[in-house]
């Protein structure tokens, strides 16, 4: 059973970090380097510049702030950025797409470009960073724009980026022209080969971020709805699953999951346990055009659901997807501070690696794990998304936590201090630096030091 967070942090020598983690974690890192033989790089020092605290012999390099001017010209750097992904660049560098959570509250909106605006009337969308062998940045420009609550996503094996809507609202609501929910394919390189075309049979719903098989083609999805009913997890069986830029706009069938006799996920809480038999079920209708996908009629034998579905990513032979956390008193059938799945399509069996809490000794500062990637030195980095402080986690193999990057920058007032949450932590394909978002003020991050140590 999952231990508490005192229980856990004590073992590891890091009380005070913020999370627990028990679980079978050597599952999770399958194809990566061998772990640190002692968690973490060292304390924090405090940044004279108020805006990043790191381990000594850690610097970072501020590339992008929102409010600057954009290098294309084509406006101002958006708000709200989110979900990142890095991909390998010209003569050794690195192209990065950021996603921009833009409402349409939203304070800076990404900068409607022709070719590349799907709604006008949406704020959110992405942008393309440009970066030489030294994380200099050489060009900035909007890689989509006039879409929605851009939240997370995922990479392609083809060398694209999939960006996904995290609302449903429709045409007419909240002043759009187009109805959104959609996931969009975005190219790092030149977005006009990719333009701003919904990928309409990947369904119609609350997107968080997406994982494709690199054998078999499927991308999986999860939904972030974190009020009952709660989201569910989907397969996608591409028409053309040899993949490739713009394959995906070809169409193929949406499934969700569903575990035999499990209709909460949230409900099981022992890790290891693992279900075989795994069943997946078309879904009646995926662009929701009269009822939300979660709330359509799957037979008798119902769905699983469970509540705010976040990462997701491939890693080994299998896909991993995370419950950021389960609230009973929302409706949830247990209660926990966030689950980690590992889902073996070749043996259609899903185990659950990871339980987050929760624990009644100690005050968590942060609700749950958000956006999670793959270290290179073995483990996961954690981006966290709650009250007080905010922190990038690393956790190595064997449940060790560390506390990796400290956010600076006060978004509140000295009565009651705001950090913004950091998103989109990411590698560098020669694994040399990490980048990372702040959420807000939105500011993204190349952080290098000795990571190999």
């Given amino acids: 059973m999952s231990a508490t967070r005192r229980q856990v942090l004590a073992r590891s020598g890091a009380a005070g970090a913020g999370i627990a983690f028990t679980g079978a974690l050597s599952e999770l890192f399958a194809g990566t380097a061998a772990a640190h033989g002692k968690a973490g790089y060292g304390p924090l020092v405090p940044d004279p510049k108020g805006l990043l605290d790191l381990p000594k012999g850690f610097r970072y390099k501020v590339l992008s702030r929102e409010g600057d001017e954009l290098r294309s010209g084509e406006g101002k750097v958006p708000s709200n950025h989110d979900g990142m992904a890095a991909f390998r660049g010209r003569h050794g560098g690195v192209n990065l797409v950021r996603n921009h959570e833009n409402r349409v509250t939203g304070k800076i909106g990404v900068p409607t470009v022709e070719g590349l605006t799907y709604d006008p009337m949406a704020k959110g969308g992405c942008t393309a960073l440009a970066l030489d062998r030294r994380n200099d940045v050489v060009g900035e420009r909007v890689a989509i724009a006039g879409t929605a609550v851009n939240c997370a996503g995922g990479p392609t094996p083809w060398g694209t980026w999939l960006t996904c809507e995290e609302t449903e609202d429709k045409a007419g609501t909240n002043g759009y ?29 609350q997107h968080e971020a997406i994982a494709v098989d690199p054998k078999r083609g499927v991308v999986y999805e999860t939904e972030d709805a974190f009020l009952k009913p709660f989201g569910l997890f989907y397969r996608f069986l591409p028409e053309k699953p040899g993949g490739g830029r713009g394959s995906l706009r070809a169409g193929g069938k949406l499934q969700a999951m569903r575990v035999p006799g499990v209709p909460d996920l949230s409900s099981i809480q022992e890790t290891g346990a693992s279900f075989d038999g795994i069943e997946w079920v078309d879904v009646p209708d995926p662009l929701a055009a009269q009822t939300p996908i979660r709330l359509q009629d799957f037979g008798k034998k119902g769905i699983t659901h469970a509540q705010k579905l976040e990462g997701c990513y491939w890693g080994g032979s299998s896909v991993y997807f995370v419950s950021s956390f389960a609230h009973s008193a929302e409706g949830s059938a247990a209660d926990h501070f966030g689950q980690i799945w590992r889902y073996d399509p070749s043996k259609r069996r899903l185990t659950l690696v990871i339980v987050f809490g929760p624990s009644t000794d100690i005050q968590l500062p942060g609700e749950s794990p958000d956006n999670i990637c793959l270290a290179p030195s073995g483990g996961l980095m954690v981006c966290e998304d709650g009250d007080g402080a905010q922190h990038v986690y690393g956790l190595t193999r064997g449940g060790e936590v560390y506390a990796m990057a400290r956010g600076r920058q006060n978004i509140g007032t000295p009565e009651k201090p705001e950090w913004g949450e950091f998103a989109g932590v990411t590698f560098s394909p020669d694994h040399d630096t990490m980048y990372v978002n702040c959420y807000t003020p939105g500011t993204t991050f190349a952080v290098t030091g000795p990571w190999h140590k």
Avoid: Q, Y
């Fill in 177 to 205: 022209t187009k109805d959104h929910g959609f996931i969009f394919e975005v190219d790092p390189v030149d977005p006009h080969r990719t333009g701003a075309v919904p990928l309409t049979a990947m369904g119609r719903f």
